[in-house]
């Protein structure tokens, strides 16, 4: 494909927020449609205590999560995306309420892919279609809010999506993300 | 049962003597207890850390400049400067670590947890690209190779112009590209092809895909 971008401005938010192993961070990626970073930010780690665990019960994975890693740290970002990108089901509708911008969740497929570049399918679950991002590769599923998962809703992030996906690889930015993570973490010398 | 107690025992049963002790008050100390309790409190979180005005001024955009001169330099200069501002330039260091403005530093608290944003786009832009094989989902390849080449990969996209450096992630099988944002806008793809013809060697070919 020969694609000359003209989408400077253009931006994506990924949005990445771990709770595994009893230690909760999150991370934000902006990037323009070539997967160039324009602003980067992450939470310090934390660390729940047993008395807060207790305190809060089942409730303190989505609250951390959620409310406060969530809220906190997309509204700390200084370059405002055209579209957020999840991948956490769970966080989907948290960023949907918080950002100031569409919020969609985006997932690899083992599907065939379809038959032309920007063609969609909707699949049996509410607000959720299959599209075909770019030639050479598996359709892409995402899902989108409920309240909004409007099909016109779903076009219009969908053209932004092909947009991108002529320029760069829409899903690497999240590894690109977990692996500064693990850097930062090294530094400050976490486990 | 002790070895005291069999002791005594069979000192009973054999010599029919009882073993009597007396308590003596020398070397006993009484001890005395209080049922009053300290209470002992500890906070949810532990207590903020206090980041050195340095590193807040670093964080808050204040530019920190001037450095320590000497008295007897201060009272030579200190004459010729009738108003305005002057200053050194030297760079700040705490504690021997140079203060880098790299990241600034947003707070939240709620519910007795506080969270750090630390914005540092600085240290993820170095980190390469990984672009993966997409030889799988190729439907052209018979129409793109010469007599002679066997594809071997297939990476997409790739901004031509403005790649800088790429290195072949034999592992995982991706390739690893770092961009110049200023030139990197023209998306192209990239063949890894094993040509048969030219003694089997590696050959990397710019293809369009359309």
Redesign the interface.
């Known amino acids: 494909?020969?694609?000359?971008?003209h989408s400077g401005t253009k931006n994506l938010g990924y949005l990445l927020v771990d709770g595994s192993e009893g230690v909760f961070r999150g991370a934000v990626?902006v990037t323009d449609f070539?997967?160039?970073?324009?602003?980067?930010?992450?939470?310090?780690p934390?660390r729940?205590?047993r008395?807060?665990k207790i305190?809060y019960g089942s409730a303190l994975d989505v609250?951390?999560k959620e409310?406060?890693?969530l809220?906190?740290?997309v509204?700390?970002v200084?370059v405002q995306p055209l579209l957020w990108v999840c991948r956490d089901t769970d966080l989907l509708e948290p960023l949907s309420r918080t950002a100031k911008a569409k919020a969609v969740l985006l997932a690899p497929t083992n599907r065939a892919?379809l038959d032309a570049t920007g063609d969609m399918e909707k699949q049996n679950d509410p607000g959720s279609y299959l599209i075909q991002a770019?030639?050479?590769?598996?359709p892409l599923r995402i899902s989108l809010p409920l309240p909004k998962s409007k099909e016109e809703e779903a076009k219009a992030i969908a053209a932004m999506l092909v947009e991108a996906?002529?320029?760069?690889?829409l899903l690497?930015p999240f590894?690109?993300?977990g692996?500064?993570l693990a850097?930062?973490g090294e530094e400050h010398g976490e486990q | 049962m002790s070895s005291e107690d069999i002791r005594t025992y069979l000192a009973r049963l054999f010599l029919g003597k009882a073993k009597v002790r007396s308590l003596r008050p020398q070397g006993k100390e009484v001890v005395l207890r209080t049922v009053g309790r300290v209470v002992e409190t500890h906070p949810l979180r532990p207590p903020e850390r206090v980041l050195g005005s340095a590193l807040y001024g670093s964080a808050m955009d204040v530019l920190v400049k001037g450095s320590c001169i000497s008295k007897a330099v201060h009272e030579a200069v200190k004459g010729n400067i009738r108003g305005g501002t002057f200053s050194f330039d030297g760079r700040l260091a705490v504690k021997g670590e140079k203060v880098v403005r790299d990241r600034r530093v947003f707070l939240h608290s709620l519910g007795g947890f506080t969270v750090r944003c630390i914005g540092a786009v600085g240290r993820i832009t170095p980190l390469p690209i990984e672009v993966r094989n997409r030889l799988p989902w190729f439907r052209g390849r018979s129409n793109s190779l010469k007599k002679g080449e066997v594809l071997l990969a297939l990476y997409s996209p790739i901004l031509e112009e403005g790649l800088l450096k790429s290195v072949l992630n034999k592992e995982r099988g991706t390739l690893l590209v770092w961009y110049n944002p200023r030139r990197a806008w023209k998306a192209r793809s990239l063949f890894l092809v094993r040509n048969f013809s030219s003694g089997g060697s590696l050959e990397w070919k710019w293809i369009d895909i359309h």
Request: net charge negative; proline share 6%; aromatic share 6%.
């Open positions: 494909m020969t694609v000359v971008s990626l070539r997967g160039i970073p324009a602003d980067f930010r992450y939470t310090d934390i729940p205590s008395i807060e305190l609250y951390l409310e406060l890693i809220e906190s740290i509204g700390a200084e892919p770019d030639s050479v590769s598996a996906a002529a320029t760069m690889d690497e590894s690109r993300m692996k500064a850097a930062l």
